[in-house]
């Protein structure tokens, strides 16, 4: 018998009796799915251990609160493949007792005591596990203060999050996107840490391609006829396991296919070295033959979704790739004008280019930004994570830190694992002096969006809020991922000529600011201040100090 402090994560279907005694065959195969297709693959993927499964109900153990809320969510919203059934669930940390495979204390107790008073499709969570989560989570839950729980001695303060009302709130623009079908990875091996290896790469796989702007990602083991496939069998024998996955095009096409071997000593590290090198492999032949098949469809016969996409496989964040996204999207919106997103995308490029100080070959769209701006807060839904953008662009023309907050907070409470969300609300938190719940949200997005076009400006901004922070090595390291992605991104040069000048190495300081002064001549620190909103609190005057040291002009 060991004691130990775990969180732990108790879940159940609503009203499952109600649900076999209507339609007994479907609601298990729907409860076969969600096993499948939901629940498993999202806790392996967090390394969580299922203790109990109870045929309408799970109680899980994870080694952090983080872990087990960042599983109760995505379990939440990935169920919507699954509509027959609604979870509730609970989540507390406390001290547990472990005694022949299952787990006992105030832990268990009182998160399942959550979990019965948790909204439907919701997640109810104690105050001890909400004071652990970080800065893109806390928003997304509601205080509803102290409970008294039966058989509980104290009350307990309850955040919850609401269940239907997420549904609202849409992650990215659907038209004309392609779809790909993550199928669970099959395998017939009896030994459950290989069962879980299997269900927790195939939720890294749909949380690594979910965070792509352009492909609709969803688990299916029964595929929509006009999807991509993705599929694979890990087979183990003896200490060995072997991986293998293909990928089919919506014609059946075999696009790709490669076997994966490791020990199973080694799974761990394996995991993520091997769901990253399949999503990285996914993304990129869907990317080859996606931009393949526009670019063989002459100019003048392309549909204004086909403009608006080929902006989004090929954007980048240095002056040529931001101009190119412009000319897309000004394609796209002559063909749709009540379409709203390429407004959207076109006003976020060039606040982008105009933030970081970039004029020449954007003046044609100065002009018109306003208009964009206008048709864009009209026709786009009011709950889209396409608000992060245009809250971005309102900061950065009215310097309102209420008001960007207010959207940020909002969009973050439905949509924390959005990487529109994550990227433009961070940069808003940042620009506003609160370096701290901008580093989580750009921490996040660096986790998830392998594949996002934002990776130099995320790790940009990464080296910003700890420059803020002042950690100065952490923001040294991220300066330099983000020149290798993209040497030409003249913000990082900036941020390097104040990190050297703060850490006292006035030569690499000035050298820095030199590089950067080609890329935007005649930069001063009063225009800095001007152009991107950046107040006067302590964290924002620590950058400006190290851009003074380095020489650059008040």
Same mark, same amino acid.
């Given at each position: 018998?060991?004691?130990?402090?775990?969180?732990?994560?108790?879940?159940?279907?609503?009203?499952?009796?109600?649900?076999?005694?209507?339609?007994?065959?479907?609601?298990?195969?729907?409860?076969?799915?969600?096993?499948?297709?939901?629940?498993?693959?999202?806790?392996?993927?967090?390394?969580?251990?299922?203790?109990?499964?109870?045929?309408?109900?799970?109680?899980?153990?994870?080694?952090?609160?983080?872990?087990?809320?960042?599983?109760?969510?995505?379990?939440?919203?990935?169920?919507?493949?699954?509509?027959?059934?609604?979870?509730?669930?609970?989540?507390?940390?406390?001290?547990?007792?472990?005694?022949?495979?299952?787990?006992?204390?105030?832990?268990?107790?009182?998160?399942?005591? =959550?979990? #019965?008073? /948790?909204?439907?499709?919701?997640?109810?969570? +104690?105050? %001890?596990?909400?004071?652990? !989560?970080? &800065?893109?989570?806390?928003?997304?839950?509601?205080?509803?203060?102290?409970?008294?729980?039966?058989?509980?001695?104290?009350?307990?303060?309850?955040?919850?999050?609401?269940?239907?009302?997420?549904?609202?709130?849409?992650?990215?623009?659907?038209?004309?996107?392609?779809?790909?079908?993550?199928?669970?990875?099959?395998?017939?091996?009896?030994?459950?840490?290989?069962?879980?290896?299997?269900?927790?790469?195939?939720?890294?796989?749909?949380?690594?391609?979910?965070?792509?702007?352009?492909?609709?990602?969803?688990?299916?083991?029964?595929?929509?006829?006009?999807?991509?496939?993705?599929?694979?069998?890990?087979?183990?024998?003896?200490?060995?396991?072997?991986?293998?996955?293909?990928?089919?095009?919506?014609?059946?096409?075999?696009?790709?296919?490669?076997?994966?071997?490791? =020990?199973? #000593?080694? /799974?761990?590290?394996?995991?993520?070295?091997? +769901?990253? %090198?399949?999503?990285?492999? !996914?993304? &990129?032949?869907?990317?080859?033959?996606?931009?393949?098949?526009?670019?063989?469809?002459?100019?003048?016969?392309?549909?204004?979704?086909?403009?608006?996409?080929?902006?989004?496989?090929?954007?980048?964040?240095?002056?040529?790739?931001?101009?190119?996204?412009?000319?897309?999207?000004?394609?796209?919106?002559?063909?749709?004008?009540?379409?709203?997103?390429?407004?959207?995308?076109?006003?976020?490029?060039?606040?982008?280019?105009?933030?970081?100080?970039?004029?020449?070959?954007?003046?044609?769209?100065?002009?018109?930004?306003?208009?964009?701006?206008?048709?864009?807060?009209?026709?786009?839904?009011?709950?889209?994570?396409?608000?992060?953008?245009?809250?971005?662009?309102?900061?950065?023309?009215?310097?309102?830190?209420?008001?960007?907050?207010?959207?940020?907070?909002?969009? =973050?409470?439905?949509?924390?694992?959005?990487?529109?969300?994550?990227?433009?609300?961070?940069?808003?938190?940042?620009?506003? &002096?609160?370096?701290?719940?901008?580093?989580?949200?750009?921490?996040?997005?660096?986790?998830?969006?392998?594949?996002?076009?934002?990776?130099?400006?995320?790790?940009?901004?990464?080296?910003?809020?700890?420059?803020?922070?002042?950690?100065?090595?952490?923001?040294?390291?991220?300066?330099?991922?983000?020149?290798?992605?993209?040497?030409?991104?003249?913000?990082?040069?900036?941020?390097?000529?104040?990190?050297?000048?703060?850490?006292?190495?006035?030569?690499?300081?000035?050298?820095?600011?030199?590089?950067?002064?080609?890329?935007?001549?005649?930069?001063?620190?009063?225009?800095?201040?001007?152009?991107?909103?950046?107040?006067?609190?302590?964290?924002?005057?620590?950058?400006?100090?190290?851009?003074?040291?380095?020489?650059?002009?008040?």
């Amino acid at each position: 018998m060991t004691r130990r402090l775990a969180a732990i994560l108790t879940a159940d279907i609503i009203g499952y009796s109600k649900l076999m005694g209507e339609d007994e065959a479907g609601t298990l195969a729907a409860l076969r799915r969600l096993r499948s297709e939901v629940f498993s693959p999202a806790v392996a993927s967090k390394r969580g251990k299922i203790i109990k499964s109870m045929g309408d109900g799970w109680l899980v153990a994870f080694n952090s609160a983080e872990d087990a809320v960042t599983c109760a969510m995505h379990v939440q919203d990935r169920l919507t493949t699954v509509p027959t059934i609604k979870l509730r669930i609970g989540v507390h940390t406390g001290d547990v007792v472990h005694q022949d495979e299952d787990v006992f204390g105030d832990g268990v107790n009182i998160a399942a005591r =959550l979990e #019965e008073i /948790s909204p439907h499709g919701g997640v109810a969570i +104690s105050d %001890a596990v909400w004071g652990a !989560l970080d &800065g893109t989570l806390k928003p997304s839950f509601d205080d509803q203060g102290e409970k008294a729980l039966k058989n509980i001695a104290h009350p307990v303060r309850l955040w919850a999050r609401g269940g239907d009302v997420e549904g609202g709130f849409d992650a990215k623009v659907e038209a004309g996107f392609p779809n790909l079908a993550i199928v669970p990875i099959e395998t017939s091996s009896d030994d459950a840490e290989v069962q879980e290896l299997a269900a927790a790469i195939t939720s890294d796989l749909a949380t690594y391609l979910g965070a792509v702007q352009w492909i609709n990602a969803e688990t299916s083991a029964e595929p929509a006829p006009n999807a991509y496939i993705a599929q694979g069998a890990l087979r183990a024998r003896g200490g060995r396991i072997r991986l293998e996955v293909t990928l089919s095009a919506p014609n059946g096409q075999a696009l790709w296919r490669e076997k994966y071997d490791s =020990l199973i #000593e080694d /799974s761990f590290d394996w995991q993520d070295q091997t +769901s990253r %090198a399949i999503s990285t492999n !996914l993304f &990129g032949h869907i990317l080859q033959r996606e931009e393949l098949r526009i670019e063989t469809t002459p100019e003048d016969q392309r549909t204004a979704e086909q403009w608006h996409n080929y902006a989004l496989l090929r954007s980048s964040q240095d002056a040529a790739g931001l101009i190119e996204c412009i000319q897309c999207m000004e394609r796209a919106i002559e063909l749709a004008p009540n379409w709203g997103h390429p407004y959207v995308m076109a006003v976020a490029a060039l606040f982008s280019a105009t933030s970081m100080g970039l004029t020449k070959g954007f003046e044609p769209f100065i002009a018109k930004q306003a208009g964009w701006f206008q048709k864009a807060d009209e026709l786009e839904p009011k709950a889209s994570s396409a608000r992060a953008m245009l809250a971005f662009a309102h900061f950065v023309q009215t310097g309102d830190r209420d008001a960007a907050r207010g959207v940020t907070s909002q969009l =973050l409470k439905h949509l924390p694992f959005d990487p529109d969300v994550l990227m433009f609300g961070g940069y808003l938190f940042l620009y506003a &002096g609160e370096p701290q719940p901008g580093l989580d949200c750009l921490r996040k997005l660096a986790e998830i969006g392998l594949h996002t076009p934002y990776s130099a400006a995320v790790h940009n901004g990464i080296a910003f809020a700890n420059v803020q922070l002042g950690l100065l090595e952490d923001a040294l390291d991220h300066s330099r991922k983000a020149l290798a992605i993209n040497p030409t991104y003249p913000a990082t040069n900036r941020h390097l000529a104040a990190i050297f000048a703060l850490t006292g190495d006035a030569k690499a300081a000035a050298e820095q600011l030199k590089v950067f002064n080609r890329l935007i001549p005649d930069e001063t620190i009063s225009k800095i201040r001007e152009r991107v909103r950046m107040g006067g609190t302590e964290h924002a005057l620590r950058y400006l100090e190290g851009l003074r040291l380095a020489g650059m002009p008040e």
